[in-house]
T-cell receptor
Framework: GAGVSQSPSNKVTEKGKDVELRCDPISGHTALYWYRQSLGQGLEFLIYFQGNSAPDKSGLPSDRFSAERTGGSVSTLTIQRTQQEDSAVYLC?????????????FGPGTRLTVL | RKEVEQDPGPFNVPEGATVAFNCTYSNSASQSFFWYRQDCRKEPKLLMSVYSSGNEDGRFTAQLNRASQYISLLIRDSKLSDSATYLCVVAFYKLSFGAGTTVTVRA
């Protein structure tokens, strides 16, 4: 079946512009996660959605970052007034249950470059 | 201190060799442990879970030492296709990822 998809695959933007990154999780998966990965670094947790519960936003690095998940499916990560340090690969993952012991399936990521 | 720390490597080994590496974690309350594999410019994928008693999956063996708070991965009879970055992952209420250990298997 279809895996997690993300769009765009690459995004180049100018400093100060807003960007929106999209994630389509695996159908039926209730949990959705956003991470970012900078070159040579591990995955940095950003935000986590589980069903209709309030999202865990504890990993968002600043108030320029926000995310929403509509209808319990598609999610959009928005970065306002982008800065050069926002350049990274943004990865979305979904899993079938809330528990951290469940396998997370990752999308291919969006490579964001802020000039 | 990072929640999960790994030797970044790289570990360069010939085909057929055995390679092993560890990661350490800081939160003693961590509940679940995993190894993910990430190929160059690709997304991470689950390689195997790590159980308290240790577990094998083909040529891969994972061990957990809760007392010393480390996890290990051993690859036997390494193949060219094992070349990748191996991410140590620890779960408390969310997953924490290490920065990865790079393994390169040469012919």
């Amino acid at each position: 079946g279809a895996g997690v998809s993300q769009s765009p695959s690459n995004k180049v933007t100018e400093k100060g512009k807003d960007v929106e990154l999209r994630c389509d999780p695996i159908s039926g998966h209730t949990a959705l996660y956003w991470y970012r990965q900078s070159l040579g670094q591990g995955l940095e947790f950003l935000i986590y959605f589980q069903g209709n519960s309030a999202p865990d936003k504890s990993g968002l690095p600043s108030d320029r970052f926000s995310a929403e998940r509509t209808g319990g499916s598609v999610s959009t990560l928005t970065i306002q007034r982008t800065q050069q340090e926002d350049s990274a690969v943004y990865l979305c993952a979904s899993s079938s249950d809330r528990g951290p012991s469940n396998e997370q399936f990752f999308g291919p990521g969006t490579r964001l470059t802020v000039l | 201190r990072k929640e999960v720390e790994q030797d970044p490597g790289p570990f360069n080994v010939p085909e057929g060799a055995t390679v092993a590496f560890n990661c350490t974690y800081s939160n003693s309350a961590s509940q679940s442990f995993f190894w993910y594999r990430q190929d160059c410019r690709k997304e991470p994928k689950l390689l195997m879970s790590v159980y308290s008693s240790g577990n094998e999956d083909g040529r891969f063996t994972a061990q957990l030492n809760r007392a010393s708070q480390y996890i290990s991965l051993l690859i036997r009879d390494s193949k060219l296709s094992d070349s990748a970055t191996y991410l140590c992952v620890v779960a408390f209420y969310k997953l924490s990822f290490g920065a990865g250990t790079t393994v390169t298997v040469r012919a």
